[in-house]
């Protein structure tokens, strides 16, 4: 951010501290008007075709950009990624375990990585497995939607689940 003496365009177009256009002039006139005015010339549009310039305090801008970067920051809400972790071998009643533990995730707003892992023998029956990932999904159809489908990543088959969307009718 270029400010008071460090703005060295020829033209600039300046602008008030209430708002007010004060036109096109050269950046010695407007950092004079800045000084008249006991306030700072602050370069906020470098890219416009003349730059725009704003006479204001700059501590005080400053001060709210960072206030806003802050709230926009506090609105904004990290999504993790959990993992459940199933064998093919799996009972019934661990699967529902499993499942529930997955809807609490999902309730608290995080995406859930379902992952079936196969070891040593196990790999000789990958394509009997697959419908264990598509019992998990359809347990939680009622809270979940399948992001990433079922697909087979070195020795686990992985599955990525999001929380359903609640539709806009009322």
Do not use: C, W
């Not at 499993?98 to 309730?107: D, E, I, P, T």
């Not at 892992?117 to 990932?133: C, D, T, Y």
């Not at 939680?140 to 990543?153: F, I």
Request: without cysteine; proline residues 4%.
């Amino acid at each position: 951010m270029q400010i008071n003496e460090q703005i060295r365009d020829r033209e600039v177009r300046v602008v008030s501290a209430d708002g007010a256009q004060l036109g096109i002039m050269s950046a010695r006139d407007a950092y004079k008007l800045a000084q008249e005015a006991e306030l700072d010339l602050v370069k906020i549009a470098p890219g416009a075709k003349p730059p725009v310039v704003k006479i204001i305090d700059y501590g005080k801008y400053r001060y709210e950009q960072n206030r806003r970067e802050k709230e926009a920051r506090k609105k904004q809400k990290t999504v993790e990624i959990k993992e459940v972790r199933l064998s093919p071998n799996i009972d019934t009643n661990d699967l529902n375990t499993k499942v529930s533990a997955a809807r609490k995730f999902l309730s608290k707003g995080d995406r859930v990585k379902v992952s079936l892992r196969f070891r040593g023998r196990e790999m000789a029956h990958v394509q009997n497995s697959k419908h264990i990932l598509t019992d998990f999904a359809e347990a939680l159809a009622d809270v979940a939607v399948v992001e990433k489908p079922p697909k087979m990543e070195g020795r686990s088959m992985t599955m990525v689940l999001g929380q359903k969307r609640q539709g806009g009718k009322s």
